[in-house]
């Protein structure tokens, strides 16, 4: 038995399209530890959403998970009907999303919504509900005279607290937070983050999906690197961020700009492909300054080069 609290092992999750199949997910793998933090990074349509809701099966159509194992508490989750996901999902596994308003209801007030999570999941009676939801929106900072507003009612910042009210509401395992902070400024993004880390702190796991390695670098113990649908490296925050290994990881880490330095930022030349029509071998390679005729036609798979860190790039592996 591992002792994983998350493990996705060779994941495959497919988008058929009138136009072609869109492979957004493509053969990746990974695990989460009970009370780490991970941060999944990549730029937009690296698949890194589309990992987030494949965990939960909720991927819209018309997408399918076409292959692999998510095991969630020793649970393997592909092979539970709907009605037992929907036990798993808010109970056990919480979503915080980008836009707080898609998660809300915008005809009913927060209290309602916050007691009517904690009545229907926990069995308790609407006055024990409004009580704790009271309790939950003060450990958000929010005072509990909001449980009578309406989300319209609350700033950005507020309302996605209140997201992360709800979703914290049943104490889960794990929160998956995707780019939750993106419509939100400095200011406020720091505030969330510290939320997260008191929920962290609390004992949940946190994946936190984000475009900004800044971020992950900052928040993340260990950070999974996405490139078109692939995780191409992987380990602890400190070391991918002091030397990264893969050229894309390398090109990410480098657009970062410092403030205090005189670094010269540069950006990643070309574009993520076309994922209906991956190329059969390294799908950096066209951006690629280090590309080897191997990169082409074969793919390079992922292996460990160091503990804990793992790397699919031709460069690290012996031929
Ligand atoms: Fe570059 Fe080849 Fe490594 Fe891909 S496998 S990142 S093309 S060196």
């Given at each position: 038995?591992?002792n994983?609290?998350?493990?996705?092992v060779?994941?495959?999750?497919?988008?058929?399209?009138?136009?072609g199949?869109v492979?957004?997910?493509d053969?990746?793998s990974l695990?989460v530890?009970?009370?780490e933090w991970i941060?999944?990074?990549?730029?937009?349509?690296?698949?890194?959403?589309t990992?987030?809701?494949a965990?939960?099966k909720i991927?819209?159509?018309?997408?399918?998970i076409?292959?692999?194992?998510?095991?969630?508490?020793n649970?393997?989750?592909?092979?539970?009907?709907?009605?037992?996901?929907r036990?798993?999902r808010?109970?056990?596994?919480?979503?915080?999303?980008?836009?707080p308003?898609?998660s809300l209801?915008?005809?009913r007030?927060?209290g309602?919504?916050?007691a009517e999570?904690?009545?229907?999941h926990?069995?308790?009676?609407?006055?024990?509900?409004?009580r704790e939801?009271g309790?939950?929106?003060?450990?958000?900072n929010?005072?509990?005279?909001?449980?009578n507003?309406?989300?319209?009612?609350l700033?950005?910042?507020q309302?996605?607290?209140?997201v992360?009210?709800?979703?914290?509401?049943l104490r889960?395992?794990?929160?998956?937070?995707?780019?939750?902070?993106t419509?939100l400024?400095?200011?406020?993004?720091?505030?969330i983050?510290?939320?997260?880390k008191?929920?962290?702190?609390k004992?949940?796991?946190?994946m936190l999906?984000?475009?900004?390695?800044?971020?992950?670098?900052?928040?993340?113990?260990?950070?999974?690197i996405?490139y078109?649908?692939?995780?191409?490296?992987?380990?602890?925050?400190r070391?991918?961020i002091?030397?990264?290994?893969?050229?894309y990881?390398?090109?990410?880490?480098n657009s970062?700009?410092?403030?205090?330095s005189?670094?010269t930022?540069?950006?990643?030349?070309?574009f993520p492909?076309?994922?209906?029509?991956?190329?059969?071998?390294?799908r950096?390679?066209p951006?690629?300054?280090?590309?080897?005729s191997?990169?082409?036609?074969?793919?390079?798979?992922?292996?460990?080069?160091?503990?804990?860190?793992c790397?699919?790039?031709?460069l690290?592996?012996?031929?």
């Open positions: 038995m591992s994983a609290l998350l493990e996705v060779n994941l495959k999750v497919y988008f058929y399209t009138l136009s199949v492979r957004a997910v053969d990746v695990s530890l009970p009370g941060g999944i990074v990549g730029e937009s349509g690296s698949g890194k959403s990992l987030a809701y965990i939960a991927v819209p159509p018309p997408g399918r076409v292959g692999g194992k998510v095991k969630f508490m649970r393997d989750l592909m092979e539970l009907n709907e009605e037992a996901m036990g798993i808010g109970r056990h596994i919480g979503f915080v999303f980008q836009d308003l898609t209801d915008p005809l007030t927060v309602d919504q916050l999570v904690i009545q229907v926990l069995g308790v009676g609407r006055e024990e509900a409004i939801a309790e939950l929106l003060e450990l958000v929010i005072p509990r005279d909001r449980l507003y309406y989300p319209h009612q700033s950005g910042g309302r996605q607290r209140i992360i009210a709800i979703s914290i509401a889960p395992e794990l929160l998956i937070a995707d780019e939750p902070t419509a400024d400095v200011i406020v993004q720091d505030q983050m510290d939320l997260l008191e929920v962290q702190m004992g949940a796991s946190i999906i984000t475009h900004d390695v800044a971020l992950a670098a900052e928040m993340a113990n260990r950070i999974a996405m078109a649908g692939e995780i191409v490296e992987y380990g602890d925050t070391s991918i002091n030397a990264p290994l893969h050229p990881t390398a090109g990410l880490v970062v700009p410092d403030l205090w005189a670094k930022i540069k950006s990643i030349p070309g492909p076309d994922l209906r029509n991956p190329s059969p071998g390294c950096f390679h951006r690629c300054r280090q590309a080897l191997i990169c082409i036609n074969e793919r390079p798979p992922m292996t460990i080069v160091e503990h804990d860190r790397i699919a790039c031709w690290y592996l012996k031929r």
